[in-house]
């Protein structure tokens, strides 16, 4: 322990950003050991098997922890696997949880796979759902991420041992991938009915405290209150960037969001955010009361003195803030008894079921009666002018108590989530109604009486599918439309210039609850903030984690875009997370990972002049003094950034979201309602490329299609989700095919229609086959596919094929196509590209088949600006620069600009040589600079 806490001590001296160090980082030690492999027994007590072509070993080392087994995969094929020469043998019943600590220095971490297996009759790489949960546990799990040195992460796996698994069970080391190399420490198998105990204990360790004494005296607050101005808040435009002004003046958007219980323990931490500097605060109050949380609004009517109090009290724990009120507008369980053509039903009529969160569907009423009831759609008028009359009856006693003067923004949610997200589709009479609506406003007639089923087919066809697309897009654009009249409903009632922020699910993803109704938010006129859900699994240290919303678009229509960081820590109240479960969250368990954690995502957003919210769902998350200190000293640096005024700086890269296309895939198919490529595409797709060394702009394709000169700003442009190419985007192809720019098409662009236009004669849409990629002779740049080497649908336990294994495109050999990569299995061109006089075309035939390299040398290629390698994920504008490591190594940044470049951390002037930055960085190190003129 002397010599952990000496390291640590060493390296915080020498380290000049925020590190993931801590060589005493243990979050529980095994308990009640079943057995464990003897590593000084030697390489001769272990067996190494290679599946699919894989090459590799393993041996046994010697470390400053003991004995050790490494593993090495020297081929970039198939997968290996580790077992000990003799399984071992349980009682009939006994629940298992197989751990190791890893490390390793030298992986892609994209793309490198390691987990555990407790095999017992049958060989398989699924994880045992029945004792996992909700999840596997994420990347921690399941991927070879690279750590630093004295560090390891702690790997786990579960087994139930009985007639049906077997009793006599063998441990299994997977490592999947590209090339790895890393170190297994004490390896091991525990109980875990007893590791389940010292979990529980573990959390206790932290314990979080009642806040019931911060509240400011009732008498004093009410003074204070009198005496206090109208708040006010909007979002403005300044150097060409949306911004938050409360009162008239620009504030960081750094604000908290936590919760204040009717009873039990008062875990809003609200006092503690604004004497860190986080003054702006939401208020979370409920309308609808149901069996498991408590509301204001039941049969007898809506309680606004009741709800008042409630927001009172949030108030007086936080007294020198200003407050965005969120409304969960879910109504009441026998609201639909009530009014029961309101129900929202499926396509065969069952109505959807859903409980205080959750959107489910057609469950057993007699099963599920006590938590589960019928819910109305969202598109019920019944049900939105009830919500109105609450929220009149809310704003009334909010002003007459003056608790108004307080509130400068609400926040809409509820049903699914709380994002009013579709999960579902709505064939409801008031769906058919709005439908019908709908069609008025767009046609001035009613085209398609009734709500059509869904063909199936991958997607949807213009010409012959118009009536499905039009629903399709009724689905997803009219629960926001609902959202927009509350939104304006609310404005109204509190008299004053106050901003609306919505939630938002999945964008562009291959779920149908997926949000598909982005441009209809950016050309909003009434809401002006959107938080979407975060990537929970990549927040930890060590992966590049990227952002799926348009941001450059949010700022071109004055929007602000608030990150939802509802980051885990060991703060945390206990809420009966399992181990396994916060660490597919990315839960921080010290203060080292939440340093690397919080200044990763939140330079993310930094440097696009965005924001976001501290999310305590549970409370307690920010409670550590560490943690609290880290805030408050981000607060100084956000508050220092906001005074500057903004550089221009202009990326050389944008990707170019075709929501409108995209939403031709048919995520509403008979057979499903999940399509991994639509997935891979988007969300994959823009993770993968976070870390590629390259700054870069996302954007909508109505905005490029609506500013002809928009495109023109970047040398190049990535089309994700074109699926159909017509007139309009014909046309901006053949403006772009000039000034020699490079335009990359993904995965079935112009599937509908044909897209001859991208340049490349393309065969679609082979199904269930084999994404392997081989590079051409000559080709030294990483093609791999990540749909082919994540071995996600294994590790979930899902048949490989049909579309669990997604849709790849090949190119046609023609006359100017060169051929990059082929696939493995047919020797088909799954990667391609096309030089002509004054443009290049690539085509990317795989669904997340554009890798970081290969995109950080085209947009080299193309003269655009790339500060640095791939292995460092770069987000940066004029001003600022955040660099989190995923590759540990030497890096020379090259700077945009002639400029002094200071530490945000230590405060000192780096050195910089011939315009370059030169960097040693270590995997999950987090740095801020600011970039100074001489």
Not at 499 to 522: E, K, L, N, P
Not at 647 to 664: I, M, N, T, Y
Not at 827 to 849: H, L, P, Q
Not at 880 to 902: E, K, N, Q, W
């Amino acid at each position: 322990m002397v010599l952990g806490v000496l390291f640590l001590a060493v390296a915080t001296a020498l380290t000049p950003g925020w590190d993931n160090v801590n060589p005493a980082r243990r979050p529980v030690d095994p308990v009640q050991v079943v057995w464990h492999a003897d590593f000084k027994q030697g390489r001769d007590c272990f067996k190494v098997q290679t599946f699919d072509g894989a090459e590799g070993g393993a041996e046994v080392i010697e470390t400053g922890d003991g004995p050790a087994l490494r593993i090495f995969k020297t081929n970039d094929v198939g997968y290996l696997t580790v077992e000990p020469k003799a399984r071992f043998t349980v009682a009939e019943g006994t629940e298992l949880q197989a751990f190791a600590y890893v490390s390793g220095e030298t992986n892609d971490p994209e793309y490198c796979y390691g987990f555990l297996r407790l095999y017992g009759k049958t060989k398989s790489l699924a994880y045992f759902s029945g004792l996992d949960g909700r999840g596997p546990g994420g990347p921690m799990m399941s991927m070879l991420f690279n750590t630093t040195k004295g560090t390891p992460i702690r790997k786990l796996c579960r087994y139930l041992a009985n007639a049906k698994t077997g009793c006599d069970v063998m441990p299994v080391i997977v490592v999947a991938g590209p090339k790895s190399d890393s170190v297994w420490h004490k390896w091991g198998v525990e109980d875990l009915k007893a590791a389940k105990a010292n979990w529980a204990k573990f959390l206790k360790k932290v314990e979080t405290p009642d806040h019931a004494d911060d509240m400011q005296d009732e008498t004093a607050f009410d003074a204070a209150l009198a005496a206090d101005v109208d708040h006010t808040a909007k979002v403005i435009s300044r150097d060409g960037y949306a911004a938050l002004a409360v009162d008239g003046q620009i504030v960081p958007p750094m604000i908290y969001k936590g919760k204040v219980p009717n009873t039990g323990k008062n875990t809003y931490c609200g006092r503690k955010m604004e004497e860190n500097g986080v003054r702006v605060q939401v208020i979370t109050t409920r309308f609808g009361d149901s069996p498991e949380v408590h509301g204001f609004w039941t049969p007898a009517g809506y309680d606004a003195q009741g709800a008042a109090a409630e927001i009172k009290r949030a108030m007086r724990m936080a007294p020198q803030s200003v407050f965005i009120l969120t409304l969960i507008m879910d109504a009441y369980p026998e609201f639909i008894e009530e009014h029961p053509e309101e129900v929202w039903t499926v396509e065969d009529g069952r109505p959807v079921w859903g409980q205080q969160v959750h959107a489910n569907y057609s469950l057993d009423p007699k099963t599920f009666r006590n938590r589960h009831w019928k819910w109305v759609s969202y598109h019920s008028l019944v049900w939105r002018e009830a919500v109105k009359r609450n929220i009149d009856a809310l704003v009334r006693e909010l002003r007459q108590q003056g608790l108004a003067k307080r509130i400068i923004g609400v926040h809409l949610g509820g049903y699914h989530d709380h994002q009013f997200a579709t999960r579902h589709p709505d064939y409801s009479k008031p769906a058919v109604a709005a439908f019908q609506a709908r069609q008025m406003r767009l046609f001035n007639k009613v085209r398609w009486a009734v709500a059509p089923r869904f063909p199936d087919a991958d997607f949807l066809v213009p010409g012959r599918d118009d009536a499905q697309i039009a629903y399709y897009e009724f689905l997803k654009v009219g629960p926001f439309e609902m959202l927009e009249d509350l939104a304006m409903h609310l404005k109204a009632a509190f008299a004053k210039d106050i901003i609306a922020v919505r939630w938002c699910m999945g964008a562009f993803g291959g779920t149908f609850c997926s949000a598909y109704d982005i441009t209809a938010f950016a050309n909003s006129k009434a809401i002006d903030v959107i938080a979407p859900q975060p990537d929970y699994a990549r927040r930890i240290p060590g992966i590049g984690i990227g952002q799926r919303l348009p941001s450059a678009t949010f700022h071109r229509k004055g929007k602000l875009f608030l990150n939802e960081l509802d980051l885990r820590t060991y703060g945390a109240v206990s809420g009966g997370e399992t181990e396994l479960r916060v660490t597919g969250l990315s839960q921080a368990t010290d203060d080292a990972m939440w340093q690397s954690t919080y200044r990763k995502v939140a330079g993310m957003m930094l440097a696009d002049r965005h924001g976001w919210w501290f999310y305590d769902m549970a409370g307690g998350w920010f409670e550590p003094e560490g943690i609290a200190a880290d805030i408050a000293d981000s607060v100084k640096t956000v508050k220092r950034l906001s005074a500057v005024p903004a550089r221009p700086f202009v990326r050389s890269a944008a990707l170019v979201v075709d929501e409108k296309g995209a939403l031709l895939r048919n995520t509403v198919h008979p057979r499903h309602y999940y399509n991994f490529d639509e997935e891979r595409l988007f969300g994959t797709q823009l993770q993968l490329l976070a870390s590629s060394g390259v700054p870069y702009d996302i954007l909508l394709m109505d905005d490029v299609l609506s500013d002809p000169e928009l495109a023109r700003r970047y040398r190049t442009l990535v089309f994700m989700g074109m699926y159909e190419v017509d007139a309009a985007r014909k046309e901006l192809l053949a403006r772009l095919k000039s000034e020699n720019r490079t335009l990359v098409f993904l995965a079935a662009t112009g599937v509908v229609g044909g897209g001859l236009e991208t340049g490349f004669d393309i065969a679609y849409g082979t199904n269930g086959v084999s994404h392997a990629i081989v590079p051409e002779p000559g080709v030294d740049v990483n093609l791999t596919s990540f749909t082919e080497h994540a071995p996600k649908a294994k590790l979930l336990g899902c048949k490989l094929g049909g579309h669990w294994l997604p849709r790849r495109d090949a190119v046609r050999s023609g006359d100017g196509v060169r051929a990059l990569g082929r696939y493995a299995a047919d020797g088909s061109i799954a990667v391609a590209e096309r030089r002509e006089r004054d443009w290049k075309g690539v085509f990317i035939g795989s669904a997340a088949g554009l890798t970081s390299q290969l995109f950080n040398r085209l947009v080299k290629e193309s003269g655009g600006y790339v500060p640095v390698e791939y292995g460092v994920q770069v987000n940066m504008n004029g001003n600022f620069v955040s660099l989190h490591c995923t590759i540990p190594g030497h890096y020379a940044f090259a700077l945009p600009f002639a400029c002094s470049v200071r530490n945000l951390k230590t405060g000192t002037v780096e050195a910089v040589t011939a315009n370059s930055l030169s960097l040693d960085l270590q995997a999950g190190e987090t740095r801020w600079y600011l970039l100074e003129s001489k």
